[in-house]
């Protein structure tokens, strides 16, 4: 739902570390739905938690958040 100067941002951002950020948001997109029953699996389940990481603060960065210190 951000505006697509956001978005390209984000992927620009995030993409200096990971150039293979399509693949990466592929694999990570549906995670938390395939985890949520990882004992039903027989396949492998995998994401590069890091790649989230950084996905997570460009967005908070585009979005005016900050990362608060607990």
């Known amino acids: 739902m951000?505006?697509?100067?956001?978005?390209?941002?984000i992927?620009?951002?995030v993409s200096a570390t990971y150039p293979n950020f399509e693949d990466q948001?592929?694999?990570a997109e549906g995670a938390f739905v395939r985890?949520?029953?990882f004992y039903e699996s027989k396949?492998?389940?995998?994401?590069?938690i890091l790649f989230?990481?950084?996905?997570g603060a460009a967005?908070?960065?585009?979005?005016?958040?900050?990362?608060s210190a607990a």
């Open 43 to 48: 396949d492998e389940l995998n994401v590069n």
């Open 59 to 67: 967005v908070q960065k585009q979005v005016g958040l900050q990362w």
């Open 25 to 27: 948001l592929t694999n």
């Open 52 to 55: 989230v990481g950084a996905l």
């Open 35 to 37: 985890w949520r029953y």
């Open 11 to 13: 992927v620009a951002e």
């Open 2 to 9: 951000l505006p697509p100067s956001n978005r390209a941002k």
